[in-house]
């Protein structure tokens, strides 16, 4: 719900629709609740039913709180495979951002995010944005986006990062992140071409130390009052080292803001 919360903040001035989804798969079934069907009832209709039944009353609790008539929202619930089911809404519907609610560290703090949010930031085709549990909208005057000196970007993929920025005229920092095959040439050539995309908002060019980026970046968030980190999500990139479980419980790196990741040739966030 707080993620909700968050999106319909967030897109208030917005023409959007909101697919609220839920799926569900068969180990969610427990002998308890077979025990208590009726004879003529199925494991997918109990399932489904109870489902439907859940978002409904989430939508109308939204509906009457929010009141906003550029907002529809609408019901999906599937019985499938997590991802696949999340992939194959997100196709059917044209899907452009998926939003997620995170219940942050668990255990002795040294998972980053749950393994459902991972999952869908590493396996889904959609632009994903993760909301930290407990996090209210409070405008994004200020946001990050990290990068390095040997990815190219194409225009399409920064479109998602614009869209964000132009809604609320943020400033953005572009943080760089070297390490030891750092070139001048190419961190030149880099810069230009994020300077050519970001010309039309107020942005800056931040150097951060690569084999120190967990706690660098998160130590530029805490003292920039930085209300969104963005990045890339690449084969073989920042991305996926961060979700690596060794590192994360190396650094024991926690991102406590909205955190967009932006899959690799999408367009833009809201049609």
Known sequence: MNAIDYAVALFKNVPCNFYII?????????????????????IYQTLIAAAKKSIKNIINNIETKNQNNLHCFHSIVDYDNFIDGINQVCEVKAIDLIIMGTKGASGA?????????????????VNVLAIPNGYRFSGIEKVAFTS??????KDEELLALVDIIKLYDSELSVLHLSNENYLSDDHDHNTELLDTNFNSIIHRFIDVN????????????????????????????????????????????????PFLVIENSVGTLAN
Not at 22 to 42: P, Y
Not at 148 to 153: C, D, V
Not at 236 to 249: A, K, M, P, Y
């Open 148 to 153: 390095n000196n040997q990815t190219i970007y």
């Open 22 to 42: 839920n799926i569900q798969k068969a180990s969610s079934f427990v002998s308890d609740d077979l025990m208590m069907m009726s004879s003529t009832a199925t």
């Open 109 to 125: 703090e040294k998972m980053l995010f749950g393994s459902n949010t991972v999952h869908v930031i590493q396996r889904c085709n």
């Open 210 to 257: 690569g084999k120190d980026a967990f706690n660098a970046i998160h130590e530029y968030i805490e003292s920039n009052n930085i209300k969104m980190l963005v990045m890339m999500h690449r084969k073989h990139s920042f991305i996926e080292r961060l979700f690596s479980n060794h590192l994360v419980e190396t650094f024991g790196f926690k991102i406590d803001i």
